[in-house]
């Protein structure tokens, strides 16, 4: 069990490779992208997708730019690879994490007295940053699997796995980390309406692990907890403030569902995922296009002239949560962000 | 607004005709079905679909298997119409109401002294069947359109509208008697996963009908109450037990997240979906194959290996039903189905 990597340098072709995560599950297609270009249309159109794994794309995307990059001298070199950053960057401009990776890796080669030094120094600031990607979702996930009981029936939804992390993944990696403990873990992944992320990326990576996943429609979550089949929910989250968790459509219905049964309701998070500065309030959902609802393949099966609402996101109130799972450890109700940094709370 | 007839007897050509709901939104197809054995293949084919419509689908099933028998002696006809009827009843067993509105046509024919008579008796009791079904659903209409405030936004699930019945509807006639009325109702359709009966049936038909109609997908339901943007939940029922609503998957959710929202949760049914004989657990939740969620258009969505659970209804307790709106009356919780015979806790 490796939590199947999502993207890594080819040190041999000198390229970044991906998996395709748009033709998944039917194709397992491995990408060698070998040009800035390449990469803004992978990360445009979803072959590249979740918070931390554009994290890590930005900063490989520079270290590609620099691999690449003709020129012979420094100051044109740097220049160069500046503007390929800054196209990268606005590929994607509400996450976060993909202008951060780009700035870390361009921070590090401002000060390079040579083309090669720059171009060892982008790689490796890159290969670090995956590390910590990886590395924080395997802390996430031992702080995670302690709460786990054995013999756990979990409830997850979109893809907060390895596929959305450079590896091992957030909720999926608190699945991964219980397992490789001994615990006995079985998966209930829901669809994940419209664009299928649960159904497509999360039982695929789970099955590829030979982690026992069952595929739900996102409306059968709660039956299965009147069922008494579901011990607990555990999801990502794709933004955290003082009195809400974002992440995708669904969510708050299952925290919910989770609360009117009984059932803990889990969040895993990197501590990047906080934002102390908004509530809820102060943040936009983003309304993605109606053609994700209304087209099924080549059908179209929503009359054109019936409106249509698609959410790509919602907000769950921090007293429907259970607990946060953080790499630095687990904020328990009632949870207060406070506590991220002054880890008082934590325990 | 009439409610869009699902199915009706064309006296010209001596053909039943029927709306093919499998082909909707995309297309408005009417068959003419002239055969036994094509109507046969329309109702396991679901381009009929619908518990009332399938009662009326069988009453008129036998009058066309009537109109079309050559036989000249009536012992001979009577015995073919029988046979052909029989076939009919297998079709989709489970729907009770096929074999209902087979058999009220059967025995009404059954005396006849010629094939002529027994040929009008046929079709006078299809359409008197038909006929009874509209008159019902406008009566639960205008019972639960008393329900409903002015200026009200519903949510619904799957499709209990015109299309499932002859014509008018259940939950979505309450909004048609209601709009009728005078009151202003706009209705948030849930997609239904996984045959999107929600977007494929109900916002085709309402907004056929000039019905303000938004469609989401089911997940996100629990959302737009938590923007207090739902004022009350109304849906259709498969059967209701002493117990327990089932209906279509996700009903239940629905149930779950009104509660939590203080949000009113109505089921509009004809007394004909009562059972008062059985309880929950007598009851076989019917599971559907796996196709129905792995196959988007010719893309396979879910990995082979992964498990499917694809249950087809769930099962919503009484305590969580605000009323059920009936034809005879409305049953208000807590809701008590003895006193759908007696009446007497029906205002």
Redesign the interface.
């Known amino acids: 069990m490796n939590g199947t990597a999502t993207l890594w340098w080819n040190k041999e072709a000198g390229s970044l490779c991906y998996i395709d995560q748009t033709s998944l599950?039917?194709k397992y297609r491995v990408v060698e992208c070998r040009s800035v270009g390449r990469l803004v249309k992978a990360i445009g159109r979803l072959e590249i997708r979740g918070a931390p794994a554009l994290g890590v794309a930005g900063a490989y995307g520079v270290a590609l730019a620099a691999h690449v990059c003709p020129k012979k001298n420094i100051d044109a070199f740097l220049s160069d690879v500046s503007r390929d950053a800054e196209i990268l960057r606005v590929t994607r401009p509400t996450a976060v994490n993909l202008g951060w990776g780009i700035d870390r890796v361009l921070q590090k080669i401002a000060s390079a007295d040579s083309i090669t030094s720059a171009r060892l120094l982008a790689l490796g600031e890159a290969e670090a940053i995956a590390h910590e990607d990886t590395a924080c979702c395997h802390a996430i996930g031992q702080k995670g699997a302690d709460l786990l009981h054995d013999k756990t029936t979990l409830l997850t939804?979109c893809n907060a796995g390895a596929l959305a992390c450079s590896s091992w993944g957030t909720a999926l990696g608190v699945v991964r980390s219980a397992i490789e403990s001994g615990k006995k873990v079985n998966v209930?992944?829901?669809?994940?309406?419209?664009l299928?992320q649960g159904?497509?990326l999360t039982?695929?990576e789970?099955?590829r692990d030979g982690i026992?996943?069952?595929?739900?429609?996102?409306?059968?979550?709660?039956?299965?907890m009147?069922k008494h089949i579901i011990d607990a929910v555990l999801v990502g989250a794709d933004r955290i403030t003082r009195d809400v968790v974002f992440n995708k459509?669904?969510t708050?219905?299952h925290a919910?569902?989770a609360?009117?049964h009984d059932i803990p309701f889990y969040v895993a998070a990197p501590l990047s995922t906080f934002d102390k500065q908004k509530r809820e309030q102060d943040v936009i959902i983003e309304e993605r296009n109606r053609e994700e609802?209304?087209r099924?393949?080549?059908?179209?099966?929503?009359?054109d002239?019936?409106?249509?609402?698609?959410?790509a996101f919602?907000?769950t109130p921090m007293d429907l949560v259970t607990a946060i799972i953080t790499e630095r450890g687990v904020l328990h109700a009632p949870v207060n962000i406070d506590s991220v940094l002054s880890m008082k709370n934590i325990r």
Chains 1, 2 share one sequence.
């Open positions: 599950p039917e939804h209930f992944a829901c669809e994940t309406r419209p299928l159904s497509r039982a695929w789970l099955i026992d996943v069952t595929v739900i429609t996102d409306s059968a979550a709660a039956y299965l009147r459509i669904g708050y219905m919910v569902c609360r009117y609802v209304t099924m393949g080549i059908r179209c099966v929503v009359p002239a019936a409106r249509v609402k698609n959410y919602d907000a």
